[in-house]
């Protein structure tokens, strides 16, 4: 009875696994055609802005700004903003944009969820690094000094996002009001991203201020696995950890409330 419960949990995680894949595809074909250069583009799309602010703030500040070399501050910071952008606003239309597949038995309003927060988090990373790869070969940028700090960094990043993101998403099935403010809302909680400035750079009394929000904690760990102790970072990795399970703790109790309301076109 063990082996068959471990088989039946077994084929459940595949069946769960091939739906979300064909989630992802279907998501690529919607969004950008089938030329066959979606990914491609899912890639290009974020990279191309990235470069422009880099080069644009290397015109502003110089090369270094408190002696920290500004285009990988602006490589990690705006990797992670670009991140948090394309979630949550993705997110927003995810259960009316996906209504008819929830006809089928193995497709759940999550599911359509997790595929969108998957592509974009693969997307902009892959992003992100295609960015740094012909610099640090050029002599632009230094070596990443922990990877597994600033990939860790990055997930949960993605997985604290993702359960912000869902909380919204069922706040404007709920709401279509609600989603009127959503923009704004993403570009006035840019300050407390972090994405543009390091805690070290600001008074103490304001680093106190900043490091209430959980989004400065992900961007100084991640660029603490970037440029590892020769550049002073502030963050908790606990602190982001909890932050990120309560979320999606909160996400998945609404999404259950919330799928009952949806309309199956």
Known sequence: MY???RQTTGQKLRSKARTINALLVRELMVRFGHGNIGFMWLVGEPLILTIGVMGMWTLLYGEQKHGVKIMPVVLTGYSTLTLFRHIISRYVN?????????????VRPVDTLIARGLLETVGVLIAFFVAYIPMRLLGYFDP???????????????????????????ICQMSETAE??????LYLAIPATGSFFMVAWLPESAQKIVLLSPLVHCNEMF????????????????YVVTWALVNNAIAWTLVKR???????S
């Open 3 to 5: 082996a068959m419960g």
């Open 94 to 106: 995810c259960f009316r944009d996906n209504a008819g597949l929830l006809f089928h038995r193995s």
């Open 144 to 170: 990443i000094y922990d990877y597994s700090l600033l990939l860790s960094a990055w997930f949960l990043f993605c997985f604290g996002i993702s359960g912000f993101g869902m909380i919204v998403a069922c």
């Open 180 to 185: 009127r403010f959503v923009q704004p809302m």
């Open 223 to 238: 660029r603490a696995g970037y440029f590892g102790p020769s550049v002073a970072t502030s963050w908790n990795g606990w």
């Open 258 to 264: 919330t799928q009952r309301h949806i309309e199956i």
